[in-house]
């Protein structure tokens, strides 16, 4: 679902996901770009512009053409902003530090845990009795650890991020509905268009498409019956 990345909503968030730099470059790509007009745009170095497209194309938020330069014997890449990809990047980024987080306040929230009053470590229970209850790294005591201040936290950043997640849920529905009104409306122009076309037509053409038509049926029934067959197989 192509989304536009002036939306405040969308720019905070990839901001956020992919950096300020790599969304400067997004952005300047949302008509396609060459590398030197990139730079004239971000007023960011050649260097740090390719390396930014290479981590843009990896994370499949865009794409390019290539052609070559006659003249000087090498390829001119021209840049495009996947803006279909750009929800599905955010959320899959977000629903992976929502797992994540869950693991966290999982572990957390199932043990008991000791810890060195000089910090040197924080282990569970079980593990802090194969220590006899002395830090391994200092030998100081171990002593029992309130986790209640993490697990707040864990949760905070749970809720928050969940609740983003919600954000870009909506979001996603209310663009898929647009995008639809849109299709429907083309297809409905193009229908038009299609019967007044039709009209024009002689009646000897329509007859040789229906044939061929036809012929093209039979085909791939014949396909999907060998399909069948190997299946059986
Ligand atoms: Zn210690």
């Keep these: 679902m192509p989304v536009k990345l002036s939306d405040s909503d969308v720019e905070s968030l990839l901001?956020?996901?992919?950096?300020?730099?790599?969304?400067?470059?997004?952005k300047a790509c949302e008509v396609?770009?060459?590398?030197?007009?990139?730079?004239?745009?971000t007023k960011l170095e050649i260097p740090v512009?390719?390396?930014?497209?290479?981590?843009?194309?990896?994370?499949g938020l865009i794409t390019y053409t290539r052609e070559k330069d006659e003249e000087h014997n090498w390829f001119k890449y021209t840049w495009y902003a996947r803006k279909d990809m750009i929800?599905?990047?955010?959320?899959?980024?977000?629903e992976e530090k929502i797992q994540d987080l869950e693991k966290e306040l999982d572990l957390e929230?199932?043990?008991?845990?000791?810890?060195?009053p000089n910090r040197c470590i924080k282990v569970p229970f079980e593990v802090a009795v194969e220590y006899d209850f002395k830090c391994p790294e200092c030998g100081g005591d171990l002593q029992p650890f309130d986790n209640s201040k993490i697990i707040r936290?864990?949760?905070h950043e749970l809720d928050a991020n969940r609740?983003?997640?919600?954000?870009?849920?909506?979001?996603?529905?209310?663009?898929e509905k647009e995008n639809k009104a849109k299709k429907r409306k083309t297809k409905k122009t193009k229908q038009e268009k299609t019967s007044v076309s039709s009209k024009k037509r002689t009646k000897k053409q329509s007859k040789t498409k229906t044939s061929s038509k036809s012929k093209k049926k039979a085909s791939s029934k014949t396909k999907t019956k060998t399909k069948k067959?190997?299946?059986?197989?």
Aim: charged content about 35%; glycine content about 2%; some cysteine.
């Design 153 to 155: 936290k864990i949760k």
């Design 49 to 59: 512009i390719r390396s930014l497209l290479n981590q843009l194309h990896t994370e």
């Design 109 to 116: 929230t199932s043990y008991m845990f000791f810890a060195c």
């Design 15 to 26: 901001k956020e996901i992919i950096g300020t730099n790599a969304f400067l470059i997004l």
């Design 32 to 41: 396609g770009r060459t590398d030197e007009e990139i730079a004239k745009i």
């Design 87 to 94: 929800v599905d990047v955010i959320k899959h980024t977000i």
């Design 229 to 233: 067959s190997k299946k059986k197989k």
């Design 163 to 175: 609740r983003l997640l919600r954000r870009i849920e909506k979001f996603e529905k209310m663009r």
